[in-house]
């Protein structure tokens, strides 16, 4: 038996003191007029010599800026200059250098897309909020779900159907009526996304350390893709998802308005 994960760390930054920041930015008018302010207060290094990278965006942005800069492990300091700004911080152009000196940081597992497509190409990709399988027409997908290589569900007829760890519990699966997950639970959630048939499965959830196999059958009348956050794979015929335990990302984030409290209020919010 796999020892317990441990909850994900919550600790201040006492090593920021001082650190060397790079700026990075959506390029949207907010948050270009941000940068350009941050930049000329603080000073800036390329993300490649960077202690704390700052991203000024909403959540789309952070999301790119996790993908583009996980082979550095630097951490990465959310200033919302989007809408929602669930993985941001409040924007703001002083006392930054006290804001990462306190920031608590939480340490993510993304997920890991393995896509087979009907021409036997194999591609993988990252996500950080979920893995979803989705028609690509008109008609139901049906897809036959197994975990751990046992099969599970013969055959799911329905829109899609997504995975989410914790960390993006609160995006698109929550909106699919999934259910949120407190950062630490070691959990999964498996949920489906318009099911007609079984037309009562509401999803599961699964121990983080499960794999979880999706075959689409008749691929060719009901092509389905899958889209790891950004990115999609057209026609596929089986996806593989596990966590990526070979792969950690590192958000930080003010102690009054951490990522753990943030999906506490979510099971909250009227």
């Not at 700026?23 to 949207?28: D, L, R």
């Not at 006290?98 to 340490?107: D, H, P, Y």
């Not at 993006?168 to 489906?192: D, K, Q």
């Amino acid at each position: 038996m796999p020892a317990k994960r441990p909850s994900p760390k919550a600790k201040t930054g006492s090593a920021r003191n001082g650190a060397k920041l790079a700026f990075v930015a959506a390029e949207t008018k907010e948050a270009m007029a941000a940068l350009k302010t941050l930049k000329k207060r603080y000073g800036a290094v390329a993300p490649e010599k960077a202690d704390v990278i700052v991203a000024l965006g909403g959540d789309g942005f952070m999301l790119r800026t996790l993908h583009r800069y996980r082979a550095l492990a630097t951490p990465i300091y959310g200033m919302n200059r989007g809408t929602v700004g669930f993985l941001m911080n409040d924007y703001r152009t002083s006392g930054l250098t006290a804001l990462l000196k306190r920031a608590q940081s939480i340490e993510l597992r993304p997920l890991r897309m393995v896509a087979t497509t009907l021409s036997g190409k194999t591609r993988q990709s990252l996500a950080i909020n979920e893995v979803s399988l989705l028609r690509e027409t008109r008609q139901t997908a049906r897809i036959a779900i197994s975990i751990d290589g046992k099969q599970r569900m013969d055959e799911l007829i329905c829109d899609g159907v997504m995975v989410s760890p914790p960390a993006g519990s609160t995006a698109y699966n929550l909106s699919a009526y999934g259910p949120i997950l407190p950062l630490g639970s070691s959990l999964l959630a498996l949920t489906p996304i318009s099911a007609f048939r079984p037309r009562r499965w509401r999803g599961a959830l699964l121990p983080h350390t499960a794999t979880v196999k999706f075959t689409v059958l008749n691929p060719e009348k009901r092509p389905v893709s899958a889209v790891a956050d950004d990115t999609e794979v057209r026609d596929v015929v089986s996806v593989t998802v596990t966590e990526a335990t070979d792969v950690k990302l590192t958000l930080l984030f003010d102690p009054e308005h951490n990522l753990e409290e943030r999906i506490n209020k979510e099971q909250f919010a009227p």
